[in-house]
T-cell receptor
Framework: NAGVTQTPKFQVLKTGQSMTLQCAQDMNHEYMSWYRQDPGMGLRLIHYSVGAGITDQGEVPNGYNVSRSTTEDFPLRLLSAAPSQTSVYFC?????????????FGPGTRLTVT | GQSLEQPSEVTAVEGAIVQINCTYQTSGFYGLSWYQQHDGGAPTFLSYNALDGLEETGRFSSFLSRSDSYGYLLLQELQMKDSASYFCAVQISSGSARQLTFGSGTQLTVLP
């Protein structure tokens, strides 16, 4: 199993550009989430999904869109990049039946917006 | 909303024991988790407490007191590889879903 994969690993955008961060998991997990992590801080939830076709907003959803057409994939779209979106983005998945709600994280995408 | 507090930094020597505390304020509380993150890496799951008491996993133990909204992570026989950031996270219910809210993290430095 590859677990959770994310592409790209690094990305530099200019203000106003749009792009999609890709996330895929091969563990057949129903739950998937996107977090952002700013320097010296914890992870903040952007959007999450409890299954294909179902998404909801987390703590910091503004400026981001998500969709979930399959169980495996959960892309995150930046609509119009801003310097405040410079961060490390982590995708995570978890098993709906897991009591601990253990999150399996991807390696992250390091995004810089200039 | 939710809030979590944990120390920003802790330093200890190899072979010692260190405790990282976490206090939280939240509604819809399910449980408290701990994650480890090495520099440049992804967070990895360490432990989970839903009920009061101590959970032990090898050199790591985690404790929860729901009445005090308090938990801690205990690391024994510290090794250099334990130098990392440690995050507590509360699991809350949100409609039909569950969410994790993370603390800001504790940077543990293990000295030789």
């Amino acid at each position: 199993n590859a677990g959770v994969t994310q592409t790209p690993k690094f990305q530099v955008l200019k203000t106003g550009q749009s792009m999609t961060l890709q996330c895929a998991q091969d563990m057949n997990h129903e739950y998937m989430s996107w977090y952002r992590q700013d320097p010296g801080m914890g992870l903040r939830l952007i959007h999450y999904s409890v299954g294909a076709g179902i998404t909801d907003q987390g703590e910091v959803p503004n400026g981001y869109n998500v969709s979930r057409s399959t169980t495996e994939d959960f892309p995150l779209r930046l609509l119009s990049a801003a310097p405040s979106q410079t961060s490390v983005y982590f995708c995570a998945s978890s098993d709906r039946d897991s009591k601990s709600y253990e999150q399996y994280f991807g390696p992250g995408t390091r995004l810089t917006v200039t | 909303g939710q809030s979590l507090e944990q120390p920003s930094e802790v330093t200890a020597v190899e072979g010692a024991i260190v405790q990282i505390n976490c206090t939280y304020q939240t509604s819809g509380f399910y449980g408290l988790s701990w994650y480890q993150q090495h520099d440049g890496g992804a967070p990895t799951f360490l432990s989970y407490n839903a009920l009061d008491g101590l959970e032990e996993t090898g050199r790591f133990s985690s404790f929860l007191s729901r009445s005090d909204s308090y938990g801690y992570l205990l690391l024994q026989e510290l090794q250099m590889k334990d130098s990392a950031s440690y995050f507590c996270a509360v699991q809350i219910s949100s409609g039909s879903a569950r969410q994790l809210t993370f603390g800001s993290g504790t940077q543990l430095t293990v000295l030789p």
